[in-house]
């Protein structure tokens, strides 16, 4: 269930010609718009320190960007707006669009945790050249990560302290490099 409002309903490329303008991000679900809410610290922090790691690792061609760049999601007719998002295509034919995302992260709010477990992810599932998809919890020390294999998805959970690898980028990160300068720090 979403729980932002409803602004209204367009078609795919209305949405992609006013969201070039638009003053608010809104995500597009099959002609519905929905407004992006505000973050808080912690949720903005751990986006940062995500990013920025990767920022850190990644050599062209490939890259992240956190926030602001829409990623496609064709079975579902959507456009979303990850909080983190990773891709090595040689290619991105639209400035706006990351084509051929390997990597995406959200970071859990009360507001979207629902929709991000489920609507979101269960979409992201459906682009082929995703690889992984990283939920990180921002009230506690929690994430889960799922990992496409030859059979299909997998997922692990890791908690409190630990190390994991991003696979899809070549990255190692710890719960602690995550959760860096925000109030679950250790």
């Known amino acids: 269930m979403r729980t932002a409002r409803r602004l209204t309903y367009l078609p795919a490329d209305e ?3 006013l969201e070039r303008d638009a003053e608010v ?3 597009y679900v099959n002609g519905e718009v929905f407004a992006i809410v505000g973050a808080s610290r912690n949720h903005a922090r751990i986006k940062l320190n995500i990013g920025s790691k990767l920022n850190e690792a990644l050599s062209p061609p490939c890259w992240a960007a956190v926030s602001d760049m829409k990623v496609h999601v064709e079975a579902a007719n959507a456009y979303y707006y990850p909080d983190v998002v990773a891709s090595c295509a ?3 034919p639209d400035p706006y669009v990351m084509a051929n995302p390997v990597l995406i992260v959200e970071v859990l709010s009360p507001s979207t945790e629902r929709t991000d477990q489920r609507e979101k992810r269960l979409n992201y599932q459906t682009v082929a050249s995703i690889q ?7 009230d506690r020390r929690w994430i889960e990560l799922y990992r496409r294999d030859r059979d ?3 997922v692990e959970q890791i908690s409190d302290e630990g190390m994991f690898d991003l696979a899809s980028v070549g990255l190692t990160l710890s719960l602690d490099d995550l959760y860096r300068n925000t109030f679950l720090t250790f």
């Open 15 to 17: 949405y992609l010609a």
């Open 25 to 27: 991000k809104r995500e």
């Open 90 to 92: 040689e290619s991105q």
């Open 132 to 138: 992984e998809i990283l939920l990180v919890a921002q």
């Open 152 to 154: 299909g998805w997998t």
